[in-house]
């Protein structure tokens, strides 16, 4: 069955970075456009940024970009964010996603607290 472990969430302070991973297995990872989405205390999920399936393609929401990098392995079925310069309102559960956007599976996410 499809798998996706996110990892790399933490604590860090404004104006920092942080990398997160998911490591995806059960399914053609490389046939799969893959996204980030994250949902911060008491909102819904949003958004945050799609890759095509050979990464030759990016796209972000106007909160996160010029800021975070969505990146992909291929070889070993690894999505990764790179998030820059951090805010506080950056503050969420961030879930690897299967798909376009929202897509149609999720993992069980990482916390991400930006706080000084």
């Given at each position: 069955q499809v798998q996706l472990v996110e990892s790399?969430?933490?604590?860090?302070?404004?104006g920092g970075s942080l990398r997160l991973s998911c490591a995806a297995s059960g399914f053609d990872f490389s046939m799969n456009y893959m996204s980030w989405v994250r949902q911060a205390p008491g909102k819904g999920l949003e958004w945050v940024s799609s890759i095509f399936r050979d990464g030759s393609r990016t796209h972000y929401a106007d909160s996160v970009k010029g800021r975070f990098t969505i990146?992909?392995?291929?070889?070993?079925?690894?999505?990764?964010?790179?998030?820059?310069?951090?805010?506080?309102?950056?503050?969420?559960?961030?879930?690897?996603?299967?798909?376009?956007?929202?897509?149609?599976?999720?993992?069980?996410?990482?916390?991400?607290?930006?706080?000084?």
């Open positions: 790399g969430g933490g604590l860090v302070q404004p990146s992909r392995d291929n070889s070993g079925n690894t999505l990764y964010l790179q998030m820059n310069r951090v805010k506080s309102e950056d503050t969420a559960v961030y879930y690897c996603a299967k798909g376009w956007r929202l897509g149609n599976e999720r993992g069980q996410g990482t916390q991400v607290i930006v706080s000084s």
